[in-house]
């Protein structure tokens, strides 16, 4: 049986991993989905057998490949080196022509590009002529010296411009949504952008970033957070290699002494004790300019900040602009404070852009001129009033993002008449705690009380809840029968908030859905409740260790970050378990444990953990009375505290009175407490339903 391209991908991913990889993480790397790795695996194992190897795997883990690092190595060189190439696939051949030019920027003969390619010399020719085009659009020229073979010129900045440029057109939005979704490091895998990109760079990259203040860069929508990492990670290889950009044109450090300058200056500091290198002033106002003119602030105005001279000018660009869309209706446009302001913080960095000749990706401006053709034209119209401000001709990228606005600024102008209500979304992802936290913070600061946002796991979406939705926010595949789901981007692009605008001004004109009222249907409701909840409990189930002199209070601050990754939730619950501790202590010694409990708006989960000590002995922290296991059960401060108490209650009779519970949490065996668990919620579970009936 041979080893097929796909499998040689996935071998070669597990092979070069440092540690466990998801089956998602692979699915993203490879530009597949889930489903076609884990069919790919069915037949692993026969392939690893000639090499004396393994496939192992572990829920919530991973996969990974075991055995000898000899056998390791005769399958890799199996699988040979590099990806798969179709020297037939014209526009494939040619990205890869653009590729090699900029990753060498010396000279370099066509002969040497036809053995890499295997192709003729001739062809080598023609495919050159046809990228000549796309090179000169970011200022560089090809320059062929008979003789010796080709070269590239043009500026540093030109040549970082067009390696940017080349990044973003074939960056997988798949890979990219992987890497999110499941934190995988590898964020653009081994194909072309990863030949361009050293991996080491860009995850220390994102390293440095992440290490920054959090709410700075929260703030960023995907894409802007993507062509940062992108744009630092070439400067720093460029850096490595001892190319600086001398200067940006028309920008004078001097300007730059605010918040944007001093985010670029942390990040440079974090990048320093990151990388061997000293990086000059020009390059941190370099980050600085890209940060200005991609990140979206809120700028307030009419009354409620004192205005300056560059806000009155702004205001008096944003008038005329209206007045150019619309002169009939531009008095009642200039009412809309949600518009204005939403235009005001997108010029900000859109004149950053234009003033430096910055480029923006548009991934949806052939759909909004097919869908909003007349708009758009009108659009053209305002870009010509920005475009005469700046001085600058206003690219149909820009004008894309103007029709957007403009458009949204429409749409509630037609149903200001009309009655609204608050619609109900669900936020969805793997976890429903992880990005779904991060979705919604940032639906609600762009939605404000225009929706009621609940999120979710895809496992939580019960009969009930889809009843009481009306549609759904999801960053994995999902189908929800008569809901409907809106597929998105874990960090939210601006296509995605534009379809989600849509489905809120769709869905608030629209009466309430109907919910039946009748007994057996409100017994079902409570039901599923239930189910979810117990569900819930026992897949998120946790198990850890502390050391046997740990503190009182020092194992709360760690209960808490076992809990939640989050600082503020972390804190609140440290908080609320004080709080209860402090009505009356949760440390039993005549049954050998503390039973620590709270409802706290520190998890948006019923939460059951279990805490023991390394050695299986006491705690000696007198405070601890020498008990040895520690129970944690949290419950959220929701409207289901009915139900979730009652399912904390029965576990915590279940520690008193079951002792083959107690004797299987005292050998430590996480699946072995989680199977005993759910037996025992089952027999719950089963009287409830005996109750209810």
């Not at 200056?265 to 300019?289: A, D, G, H, R, T």
């Not at 639906?443 to 609940?454: E, G, H, S, T, W």
Request: glycine fraction near 8%; include cysteine; charge should be negative.
């Amino acid at each position: 049986m041979g080893i097929t391209p796909r499998m040689k991908q996935i071998f070669q991913i597990l092979l070069h991993a440092p540690g466990a990889v998801s089956i998602q993480g692979l699915a993203g790397q490879i530009g597949v989905s889930k489903r076609t790795v884990q069919r790919e695996l069915e037949s692993i194992d026969v392939l690893l057998r000639p090499y004396g190897l393994e496939f192992a795997s572990k829920t919530g883990v991973g996969v990974w490949i075991a055995g000898s690092q000899e056998g390791k190595e005769r399958l890799l060189a199996a699988c040979g080196a590099g990806d798969a190439y179709d020297a037939g696939n014209k526009e494939e051949r040619r990205k890869r022509l653009v590729l090699e030019i900029l990753r060498e920027k010396g000279l370099r003969k066509l002969f040497a590009y036809s053995s890499q390619f295997g192709v003729s010399e001739a062809t080598v020719s023609n495919d050159l002529e046809a990228v000549e085009g796309w090179l000169g659009q970011h200022g560089l020229k090809v320059v062929r010296k008979p003789g010796s073979g080709i070269s590239i010129e043009g500026s540093e900045e030109s040549y970082r411009r067009a390696i940017r440029a080349f990044i973003h057109e074939n960056l997988e939005s798949k890979a990219a949504r992987g890497a999110y979704q499941d934190e995988s490091h590898g964020l653009w895998g081994k194909n072309s952008i990863g030949k361009m990109l050293d991996d080491g760079i860009v995850q220390g990259v994102m390293n440095c970033i992440a290490r920054v203040e959090q709410g700075k860069v929260l703030a960023f929508t995907e894409s802007a957070y993507q062509g940062l990492v992108i744009h630092i990670s070439i400067a720093i290889n460029r850096i490595l290699k001892d190319e600086v950009i001398e200067s940006v044109e028309g920008w004078e450090p001097g300007d730059i002494r605010d918040r944007d300058y001093q985010l670029a200056k942390e990040i440079v500091e974090e990048l320093e004790k990151e990388f061997p290198v000293s990086i000059p002033e020009m390059e941190v106002s370099y980050i600085c300019l890209h940060i200005k003119g991609a990140k979206h602030q809120d700028i307030q105005w009419g009354g409620r900040k004192e205005l300056g001279t560059q806000a009155r000018k702004l205001q008096q660009l944003v008038n005329g602009m209206v007045d150019a869309f619309d002169p009939g209706q531009a008095y009642l446009m200039k009412q809309d404070d949600e518009f204005i302001q939403g235009l005001l913080a997108h010029l900000q960095p859109t004149l950053i852009r234009l003033e430096h000749g910055m480029q923006i990706q548009n991934p949806v401006l052939d759909d909004i001129k097919v869908c909003y053709p007349e708009i758009f034209n009108r659009c053209t119209s305002v870009a010509e009033v920005l475009g005469s401000y700046i001085g600058k001709k206003v690219p149909e990228q820009e004008i894309g993002f103007l029709t957007v606005h403009f458009g949204a600024a429409l749409i509630r102008l037609e149903g200001r008449q009309e009655e609204i209500r608050k619609v109900q979304a669900g936020v969805v992802c793997s976890s429903g705690i992880g990005i779904s936290r991060l979705m919604l913070s940032k639906l609600q600061k762009i939605f404000r009380d225009r929706m009621q946002l609940v999120s979710y796991s895809r496992n939580d979406i019960t009969p009930y809840i889809a009843s009481r939705t009306d549609f759904f926010i999801s960053s994995i595949p999902m189908e929800v029968e008569d809901v409907p789901v809106v597929s998105v981007n874990p960090l939210l692009d601006e296509e995605d908030v534009e379809r989600i605008q849509q489905m809120v001004y769709k869905y608030e004109r629209l009466p309430r859905k109907q919910k039946e009222t009748d007994g057996f249907s409100a017994q079902l409701e409570e039901i599923n409740r239930m189910a979810t909840q117990i569900k819930n409990i026992i897949q998120a189930m946790d198990l850890f260790w502390v050391k046997n002199q740990i503190q009182f209070d020092r194992l709360l601050a760690i209960v808490a970050e076992k809990i939640s990754p989050y600082l503020d939730c972390q804190e609140k619950i440290q908080e609320d378990l004080f709080r209860r501790e402090r009505i009356a202590s949760q440390v039993f010694a005549e049954f050998g444990f503390a039973l620590l409990h709270a409802r706290t708006k520190g998890v948006e989960r019923p939460v059951f953990s279990i805490c023991l000590t390394e050695d299986g002995g006491a705690f000696e922290d007198p405070y601890m009375k020498r008990i040895t296991k520690v129970f944690v059960m949290l419950v959220p401060d929701d409207g289901d505290v009915k139900t979730n108490n009652e399912i904390m209650g029965y576990i915590s009779s279940m520690l008193i009175e079951e002792y083959k519970f107690m004797e299987v949490v005292a050998r430590g065996d996480k699946e072995e407490i989680r199977s005993v668990l759910s037996q025992n919620l089952k027999k719950y579970f089963g009287k409830y339903i005996a109750r209810m009936s």
